[in-house]
C-alpha cells in the first residue's frame, strides 16, 4: 500500500499556480478503499456529544482525534492502516513541496518536528463551505475521500485572490477571488495543500443523497493549544509566526463566529 500511493504523490503533477497542491485520483488500490468503507460510521451513526458540528447548518460531523469515538474508530484495522499510510507518507510529501516550502516557511521553522493528526467527517445533503484558510499551525493539510456521489455537488473549488495582497484574510470577500478550478469528488482521490497564507478553497453545495466521507490529516508545527483537540477549535489558530506573510481574520464577527454556512 505504501508503495503505490508513494509512486502516484512522485507522479502527480506538483500544481504552483493558484498555491501548491496536488489533486490525485485513485490513490489507494480500490480493494482497500472498499474495504476501508465498510468499517466507517455513516452520519446517523455519529450522535455522540464528543462530535463536533463545522457548519450552522449541521450538515457535517466532525470526530477529533481528542474524540473518544474516534479512539474506538481507529481501532479498526482499515482505518489505523490509513492513519499510519500518512504518518509514513510525511517525508515523500514533504519532499514533492520542499522548494515551495523554502520559499514560503520562515527559515526557523522549515526543519520543526512535525506533529501528525486527523480527523473523520461526514457530510450530507445541503452542506457548502465558502472560501477560506485553515489554521496556520498546519504547514500541509490533505483531504482524502473515500465516498462521495461523485456528480452531486460538492465540488472542491481552489480559489484565487484577484489581486494580491500584502495581508491576507481568513475568510475572504466573495468579490476578492474567483474560481481558479474544480474538481468532482471521487471516491479513493486526495487533496494535498501546501498551507501558504493565500491556500484559499471552498466547498460547492452538495446535493447527493450519500454521505460523504473523509479524513483530513495534517503535518503540523508544534503549537501549545493544537487543534487536534475540540476545545481550541471554536476559534481557528491564527498566529502567523511560520509562514513569511501576514494573515488574520479581518471581520470581528468572524473573529467570535468560526463556523461557516
Same mark, same amino acid.
Given at each position: 500500500? +505504501? *508503495?503505490? /500511493?508513494?509512486?502516484? $504523490?512522485?507522479?502527480?503533477?506538483?500544481? @504552483?499556480?493558484?498555491?501548491?497542491? @496536488?489533486?490525485?485520483? %485513485?490513490? &489507494?488500490?480500490?480493494?482497500?478503499?472498499?474495504?476501508?468503507?465498510?468499517?466507517?460510521? &455513516? +452520519?446517523?451513526?455519529? &450522535?455522540?456529544?464528543?462530535?463536533?458540528? *463545522?457548519?450552522?447548518?449541521?450538515?457535517?460531523?466532525?470526530?477529533?482525534?481528542?474524540?473518544?469515538?474516534?479512539?474506538?474508530?481507529?481501532?479498526?484495522?482499515? @482505518? %489505523?492502516?490509513?492513519? &499510519?499510510?500518512?504518518?509514513?507518507?510525511?517525508?515523500?510529501?514533504?519532499?514533492?513541496?520542499?522548494?515551495?516550502?523554502?520559499?514560503?516557511?520562515?527559515?526557523?521553522?522549515? %526543519?520543526?518536528?512535525? $506533529?501528525?493528526?486527523?480527523?473523520?467527517?461526514?457530510?450530507?445533503?445541503?452542506?457548502?463551505?465558502? /472560501?477560506?484558510?485553515?489554521?496556520?499551525?498546519?504547514?500541509?493539510?490533505?483531504?482524502?475521500?473515500?465516498?462521495?456521489?461523485?456528480?452531486?455537488?460538492?465540488?472542491?473549488? $481552489?480559489?484565487?485572490?484577484? *489581486?494580491?495582497?500584502? *495581508?491576507?484574510?481568513?475568510?475572504?470577500?466573495?468579490?476578492?477571488?474567483?474560481?481558479?478550478?474544480?474538481?468532482?469528488?471521487?471516491?479513493?482521490?486526495?487533496?494535498?495543500?501546501?498551507?501558504?497564507?493565500? /491556500?484559499?478553497?471552498?466547498?460547492?453545495?452538495?446535493?447527493?443523497?450519500?454521505?460523504?466521507?473523509?479524513?483530513?490529516?495534517?503535518?503540523?508545527?508544534?503549537?501549545?493549544?493544537?487543534?487536534?483537540?475540540?476545545?481550541?477549535?471554536?476559534?481557528?489558530?491564527?498566529?502567523?509566526?511560520?509562514?513569511?506573510?501576514?494573515?488574520?481574520?479581518?471581520?470581528?464577527?468572524?473573529?467570535?463566529?468560526?463556523?461557516?454556512?
Amino acid at each position: 500500500m +505504501f *508503495q503505490f /500511493a508513494k509512486k502516484k $504523490i512522485q507522479n502527480s503533477k506538483l500544481n @504552483i499556480e493558484p498555491f501548491p497542491y @496536488i489533486f490525485i485520483k %485513485n490513490f &489507494n488500490k480500490k480493494s482497500f478503499n472498499i474495504q476501508l468503507n465498510k468499517v466507517l460510521p &455513516n +452520519f446517523d451513526d455519529l &450522535n455522540n456529544s464528543d462530535v463536533m458540528f *463545522q457548519s450552522k447548518s449541521h450538515t457535517k460531523k466532525t470526530l477529533l482525534p481528542s474524540s473518544s469515538i474516534y479512539k474506538e474508530v481507529n481501532k479498526k484495522k482499515n @482505518i %489505523n492502516n490509513l492513519n &499510519n499510510l500518512f504518518k509514513k507518507l510525511k517525508p515523500v510529501i514533504i519532499k514533492k513541496f520542499k522548494d515551495e516550502i523554502k520559499k514560503y516557511v520562515n527559515k526557523q521553522f522549515r %526543519n520543526s518536528k512535525l $506533529i501528525y493528526h486527523s480527523s473523520y467527517s461526514v457530510m450530507k445533503k445541503g452542506y457548502l463551505k465558502s /472560501a477560506h484558510l485553515d489554521r496556520r499551525d498546519h504547514l500541509i493539510h490533505i483531504i482524502y475521500y473515500s465516498t462521495s456521489d461523485v456528480n452531486k455537488g460538492g465540488e472542491i473549488c $481552489i480559489q484565487k485572490l484577484k *489581486q494580491k495582497k500584502k *495581508q491576507f484574510d481568513v475568510f475572504p470577500e466573495t468579490k476578492s477571488i474567483r474560481t481558479f478550478k474544480k474538481y468532482k469528488i471521487l471516491p479513493n482521490s486526495c487533496l494535498i495543500i501546501l498551507n501558504v497564507p493565500w /491556500a484559499y478553497h471552498s466547498v460547492k453545495k452538495y446535493i447527493g443523497n450519500k454521505d460523504r466521507k473523509y479524513f483530513y490529516m495534517v503535518y503540523d508545527f508544534p503549537i501549545k493549544n493544537t487543534g487536534s483537540n475540540a476545545k481550541n477549535r471554536k476559534k481557528g489558530f491564527n498566529g502567523n509566526i511560520f509562514w513569511k506573510q501576514k494573515v488574520k481574520v479581518q471581520s470581528s464577527k468572524r473573529r467570535n463566529v468560526f463556523l461557516t454556512e
